[in-house]
């Protein structure tokens, strides 16, 4: 039979996609939503590229839908629901995807949104060198789209693959101007030229200061942007941020630490709302590909000899939320039996090192096996980091020395030497977190052995299949239990240490309405549902 999703009234869809998932109710001072007025939001990530396809930073997720739209959106449980298609098809097989698409939508720059788009996009996407890890994972089993007509494009898959709703939902399926896609002065960064269907226009960006949003007065929703302009600030000290905020220099910011909440929750005239992302925990990944963690007794040791609870409750002051597997808590999929089953244990720890033949110490205290010390490189992706990862790493270097006589060395390095030193194998560590709203697609880029960010460099045929049979069956029950098998697999191989689930935080005047996050994936809302009180 054919499952088909029938259009939902534009206005229910923005009442969905308004729900705040965590979040607190509007507070009476920013009254009745209200047209006009600026905004500053200053934000803790500056984003590597404004194209959308190119989106890996979960920080910046909340900018790409200020100006770009996909085929469907998400509703708080995980479902689809219709955004630039009107509805959708798919076959009983499974490798057919028929998306019926609106025609009462053009992109900013004028060009007509239509199958030929869509198409346009796509093909883009599987160009040799544009975006290789979408095309490898997320478009793996796509074998052509088809423009049937002007409102009608086809998805025809080598075999069936559930994901591809998660691709047409998500910033990386985004639709941008075909226009765009052969004009754009830069196109893999993005900026002003790149022209979208969203709600707001780019207008101007000052690499490393700030990016400018205005009211796309030719969007095709129920209703204009409720503000005509707003700039997020790139701040990326935390004391700074919430500095500009409690003396009026920005109305909203995100990403506030523990040891600045008090300077909110404390001021009658500000407010705090939390949500968890979804999609993967944020977690070390360890490298088995060479010494030591080819060894799995030593990547038992090292999550043994660290005392999560304490670590995180010294660096993020009891706020975080500590993850037990590789996917998040939020996710359906998520295995809660994991809880409490490993980790903390320091006399197991050393008695596993002592067995893999890391018995002696040096001078320092760290261990050493044929006159080499035990040491494990973290490489940090600088353009990454977020959360304060840079003084966990620095916790985490501390407790498993003390603990193990492990020697943890912490680089934080730029984008270009990291993924050098990425590329090159030269790590132990790796850190992760996505906020994919289907855990599913992190999965598959983090642990399939054709997974583009697999820097485990475990190859097992068994966590393919698995991850394989979970993409190809609309089964809740049969993915949740090909998912389960997966997580066990990771926890009894020790190939991840899961450390806590990514939240976002958010702080603004109570003048500020429409705050809140995106359902299931728990990072804020666009711009599009904010209104400034008069």
Known sequence: MRRTLTAIA?????????????????????????????????????????????????????????????????????????????????????????????????????????????????????????????????LRNLDRVEAVDTATVVFHLKQPDVLILDFVSSPQGAQVSPKSLTTAANLKAGGPDLAGTGPFVLTSYVAGQEVRFERNPSYHGARPAYLDAITYRFLKESSVRIGALTSGQVQVVEGVPATDESLITANPDLRLERGLNSGSAFSYYFNVAHAPFDDVRVRQAFREALDLDAVLKGVYRGTATRAWSVIGPTSPFYDK????????????????????????????GFRTKDG?????????????????????????????????????????????????????????LFENSRADTDAGAALNLLLHSAGPINRTGAKDPELDRLLDAAVATTDPAARSEAYRQVQKIVVDQALVFPLYAPADQIAAASSVGGLGFEPTAGVPVSAYHLWTGK
């Open 10 to 138: 534009v206005t229910t869809i923005l009442a969905l996609t308004t729900a705040c998932s965590g979040s607190s109710a509007v507070p009476a001072a920013a009254g009745e939503p209200v047209a006009g007025g600026e905004l500053t939001w200053a934000v803790e990530t500056e984003p590597i590229t404004f194209n959308p396809h190119l989106y890996a930073q979960a920080k910046a997720r909340l900018l790409v839908w200020n100006t770009f739209e996909a085929l469907l959106t998400h509703d708080d449980k995980g479902g689809y629901l219709p955004w630039l298609a009107e509805r959708y098809e798919v076959s009983a097989d499974g490798r057919t995807y028929t998306f019926h698409l609106r025609t009462d939508v053009s992109f900013s720059d004028g060009t007509a949104f239509d199958a030929a788009a869509v198409k346009a996009n796509v093909d883009k996407l599987r160009e040799p060198n544009y975006a290789p890890g979408v095309a490898a994972v997320q």
């Open 372 to 428: 080499k010390r035990l040491t494990v490189r973290l490489v940090q992706n600088a353009p990454f980091v977020r959360d304060r990862r840079d003084v966990l790493a620095q916790a985490v270097q501390a407790a498993v020395k003390q603990s193990a006589g492990i020697d943890l060395a912490v680089t934080l390095a730029d984008q270009g030497t990291a993924t050098k030193a990425l590329t090159d194998g030269e790590y132990e």
């Open 337 to 364: 039996t994991l809880e409490g089953t490993y980790g903390g244990d320091a006399t197991e720890a050393n008695r596993l090192l002592d067995e893999a033949g890391w018995a002696a110490r040096d001078a320092e």
